[in-house]
């Protein structure tokens, strides 16, 4: 018998005029499971995880939580059955202070003492207690992204949705988003979308490849990491961007590939995903 999975997709497919950004994925998530995605720019993540919470509605295809369709029920109501996301670009009230935002996310889903428990543990599970206080325009980078986990985490969510969650972070902020994210699959499944390879190693078990739109491959990280077609999309991509790379690299946040003697360490991001034709199985 199989249970019966946390998040599945069928077919999911969405269009903007001629760009299919997600073209028929098939995804299965289990309880409490943690897997990172990971593929070139413009590959269709952000969007494949805009039709996961509702925020786009799919042009084609199913979208099953606990083995219900939620593909045209909206973001409250997803966000009610357990469904949390921090998105790419930052979601917080800059005039308000870290609790109020947090308390904000909380209040969504709970009435108000417990509202006001769960604020106050997702600032302390997340580490930010101590500036509860703060205004969070005035707070740094890695503070904000910290404040905004706390948001996605107050409401407990079932699921936990990041989008590139350690981009703009410095290294003493990644190694604890990278300990918290072990502490939240203890009780959450996530799926973590993030460029940055170095921190996909230290956090994944197995990994999604997503390439134009739909999935390359899926499978353990050490497999996906030193795949010949993995390395290909974005190796390739790197080599059509080169010429914009410094640009890219101060606009958005960066590609991290693994330690490798035949591929140093380097920070790269591919532009475009309407460069197709990249070499096949
Ligand atoms: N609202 C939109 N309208 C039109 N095209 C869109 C829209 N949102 C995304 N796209 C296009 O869909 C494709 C997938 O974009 P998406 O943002 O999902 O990629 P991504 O994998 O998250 O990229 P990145 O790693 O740069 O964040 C791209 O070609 C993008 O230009
Ligand atoms: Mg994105």
Not at 63 to 72: E, N, T
Not at 131 to 138: K, S, T, W
Not at 181 to 206: G, P, S, W, Y
């Amino acid at each position: 018998m199989t249970a019966t999975a946390l998040l599945e997709t069928k077919g999911l497919t969405m269009r903007f005029g001629g760009v299919v950004a997600v073209d028929h994925v098939d995804f299965t998530l289990q309880e409490v499971e943690l897997r990172c995605v990971i593929g070139p720019n413009g590959a269709g993540k952000s969007t494949f995880f805009k039709c996961l919470t509702g925020q786009l509605r799919p042009t084609a295809g199913e979208v099953l939580f606990r083995g219900a369709p939620v593909g045209r029920i909206g973001t409250h109501a997803i966000a009610r059955l357990g469904v949390g996301i921090k998105t790419q670009v930052p979601n917080v009230f800059d005039g308000l202070t870290a609790r109020d935002n947090v308390w904000t996310a909380a209040t969504k889903v709970a009435p108000g003492r417990i509202a006001e428990r769960r604020t106050d543990e997702a600032m302390e599970r997340v580490g930010i207690a101590g500036i509860a206080d703060r205004i969070v325009g005035q707070l740094a980078h890695g503070q904000r992204q910290l404040v905004e986990l706390a948001m996605v985490i107050a409401p407990e969510p079932d699921l936990i949705l990041l989008d590139e969650p350690a981009a703009g972070m410095t290294d003493e902020e990644v190694d604890r988003l990278v300990d918290l994210i072990a502490e939240l699959n203890q009780r959450h499944a996530l799926v973590v979308v993030e460029h940055d390879m170095q921190f996909i190693r230290r956090i994944a078990k197995t990994v999604t490849v997503f390439h134009q739109g739909a999935v390359l491959i899926e499978g353990n990280v050490a497999d996906i990491l030193t795949n010949d077609q993995v390395r290909d999309v974005y190796l390739g991509k790197q080599a059509a961007g080169r010429t914009d790379l410094t640009h890219a690299r101060s606009s958005q946040s960066r590609l991290r590939l693994p330690e490798d003697p035949d591929h140093p360490r380097g920070q790269f991001r591919g532009r475009g995903r309407r460069v197709r034709g990249h070499p096949g199985p």
